[in-house]
């Protein structure tokens, strides 16, 4: 064992200070678990996911030391601007920019073509 060889006070002392360095391991573990689970509740947030009950109590466990890394934070913030741009009139109208004018004519012609067939079934009249 790792205690033979010592006196009965370092072996107590060795014994408190292990107890010690595994509470404050403990503690760093939560605080991480937590910062997880904090990134994890904002990208939920971001893309409109259930909330996870796990998630939330970790968090409440973990109280105010919970600390998400900037970057992480600016990451998901970077994709939520990019995504409001794309979903936005003017994100539209440059993806139409980037569309073949051509194969959208086509699509169009195939379209009403379709729909010409389909309407000359139901309505002999045509």
Do not use: H, W
């Amino acid at each position: 064992m790792a205690t033979e060889g010592m006196t009965r006070e370092d072996a107590e002392e060795y014994q408190k200070q292990l107890v010690e360095e595994k509470m404050e391991r403990d503690a760093e573990f939560l605080i991480k678990k937590a910062e997880r689970a904090t990134l994890r509740t904002c990208l939920r947030d971001k893309y409109r996911l259930p909330k996870s009950e796990q998630d939330e109590n970790m968090i409440e466990m973990a109280g105010d030391d919970i600390d998400v890394p900037e970057e992480l934070l600016k990451m998901v913030e970077d994709d939520t601007t990019e995504e409001e741009q794309k979903d936005s009139i003017l994100g539209q109208m440059q993806n139409l920019q980037n569309m073949d004018m051509d194969q959208i004519k086509e699509k169009a012609s195939a379209t009403m073509t379709e729909l010409r067939s389909k309407a000359e079934e139901k309505c002999s009249v045509m």
